[in-house]
T-cell receptor, first 110, second 114 residues
Framework: KQEVTQIPAALSVPEGENLVLNCSFT??????LQWFRQDPGKGLTSLLL?????REQTSGRLNASLDKSSGRSTLYIAASQPGDSATYLC?????????FGKGTKLTVNP | DAGITQSPRHKVTETGTPVTLRCHQT?????MYWYRQDPGHGLRLIHY???????DKGEVSDGYSVSRSKTEDFLLTLESATSSQTSVYFC?????????????FGQGTRLTVV
């Protein structure tokens, strides 16, 4: 059974800092790894999708990496801004479904 | 935004009453999912569908049933609502195939069972 863990559960940083969010998964037989953002009271917004054959994906200030052999993915946020404050969730994609971590709540202080 | 609409967005119901939540998509995606989100538990899969009339259970399916009579609609029914089913429910879609693609989520339904 796939289990996904995100550490830390919460993170508070000053504006402008570069930061890394971590995601680990127990079953390396994944099809993809997806990162989402969730604002309070809102749905999930897809940020980045990394296919199992890929090592990383980039979108603007976001960069996500995937190491299947070690069961890890990281989301790197460059030059953080207060607008980046949200909960970030990673999800491991199997053949038919996604298994989610519990998320990292990020607060970027002005 | 991916074309996913959940209805209702908010609902308060009494214990023991049946409740149906609706998810409607305009993307013609094959896969549809129902998740619930609770503090301390994160997102947990209730049921999913891989085609019209093709459904399967997730990790927290007890007390829930689903139906999919059309590609665009996926219904989640609580046959007899209980307080433990108070939660935020999310519908998701993806065109999962040999190469899994992105999953897109609806805005959620906040259900309160009193």
């Amino acid at each position: 059974k796939q289990e996904v863990t995100q550490i830390p559960a919460a993170l508070s940083v000053p504006e402008g800092e570069n930061l890394v969010l971590n995601c680990s998964f127990t079953d390396s037989a994944i099809y993809n790894l997806q990162w989402f953002r969730q604002d309070p009271g809102k749905g999930l917004t897809s940020l980045l999708l990394i296919q199992s054959s890929q090592r990383e994906q980039t979108s603007g200030r976001l960069n996500a990496s995937l190491d299947k052999s070690s069961g890890r993915s990281t989301l790197y946020i460059a030059a953080s801004q207060p607008g980046d404050s949200a909960t970030y969730l990673c999800a491991a994609g199997g053949s038919e479904k996604l298994v989610f971590g519990k998320g990292t709540k990020l607060t970027v202080n002005p | 935004d991916a074309g996913i609409t959940q209805s209702p967005r908010h609902k308060v119901t009494e214990t023991g009453t049946p409740v149906t939540l609706r998810c409607h998509q305009t993307e013609n995606h094959r896969y549809m999912y129902w998740y619930r989100q609770d503090p301390g538990h994160g997102l947990r899969l209730i049921h999913y569908s891989y085609g019209v009339k093709d459904t399967d259970k997730g990790e927290v399916s007890d007390g829930y049933s689903v139906s999919r009579s059309k590609t665009e609609d996926f219904l989640l029914t609580l046959e007899s609502a209980t307080s433990s089913q108070t939660s935020v429910y999310f519908c998701a879609i993806s065109s999962v195939g040999r190469m899994n693609t992105e999953a897109f989520f609806g805005q959620g339904t906040r259900l309160t069972v009193v």
